[in-house]
């Protein structure tokens, strides 16, 4: 199985701030690593997928990038709603693990 | 636009057998070329994908090895939903459980169940 480690797990930050995640993967794959946001009694929300590829309606201040095992999520300019928990997830090989999650509050 | 739409009993007693339905519209359970799935979520163990079913000019099925043996994922063709069945529960498998759609079967998961809350309890 791939082993998916986040970091931070928690993350305290302001309004207008620029703000990284951090996924590393277990073993290298290609591509297949995909990001949610989840808020309190809702379903996980795609942001990206296939490491950096916007999903549809979600605001270009949200980027991903990464390769190998070492993959990022980044916010250019924390807006109220950002407020959530973070998850990365990679569907190259089944079982499609999830990261333990990061999340961020409100400094 | 694709909906998933999940039912069943928010309360199952230990060594029971969970039951959840997942009923699709927007898509076909029998696509060539989605994938089915059921995940859950915990606060011990966060987010933990169960296994997925997926046609491809036969049937597939792939489960987690945490649970294979006590789980069984079923589509249904005639009302286009897509099953969870897992046997011999302990307080451990209470969670909130999703099911989820995936584009292809290496795809992220687009679409989401709005998430039932299932405990284990006597």
């Known amino acids: 199985d791939i082993q998916m480690t986040q970091s931070p797990s928690s993350l305290s930050a302001s309004v207008g701030d620029r703000v990284t995640i951090t996924c590393r993967a277990s073993q290298t794959f290609k591509n297949f690593l995909n990001w949610y946001q989840q808020k309190p009694g809702k379903a996980p929300k795609l942001l990206i997928y296939t490491t950096s590829t916007l999903e549809s309606g979600v605001p270009s201040r949200f980027s991903g990038s990464g390769s190998g095992t070492d993959f990022t999520l980044t916010i250019s300019s924390l807006q109220p709603e950002d407020f959530a928990t973070y998850y990365c997830?990679?569907?190259?090989?089944?079982?499609?693990?999830f990261g333990q999650g990061t999340k961020l509050e409100i400094k | 636009q694709v909906q998933l739409q999940q039912s069943g009993p928010g309360l199952v007693k230990p060594s029971q057998t969970l039951s959840l339905t997942c009923a699709i519209s927007?898509?076909?359970?029998?696509?060539?070329?989605?994938?089915w799935n059921w995940i859950r979520q915990s606060p011990s163990r966060g987010l933990e994908w169960l296994g997925r079913?997926?046609?491809?000019?036969?049937?597939?099925?792939d489960y987690d090895v945490a649970v294979r043996g006590r789980i069984v994922i079923n589509p249904d063709t005639s009302k286009n939903q897509f099953s969870l069945r897992l046997e011999s529960v302990t307080p451990e498998d209470t969670a909130v459980y999703f099911c989820?759609?995936?584009?292809?079967?290496?795809?992220?998961?687009?679409?989401w169940g709005q998430g039932t809350l299932v405990t284990v309890s006597s």
């Open positions: 079913t997926y046609y491809r000019s036969k049937w597939f099925f």
């Open positions: 997830q990679q569907t190259y090989s089944a079982p499609h693990t």
């Open positions: 927007g898509d076909s359970v029998s696509s060539n070329s989605a994938a």
């Open positions: 989820a759609r995936a584009k292809f079967t290496s795809a992220w998961y687009d679409y």
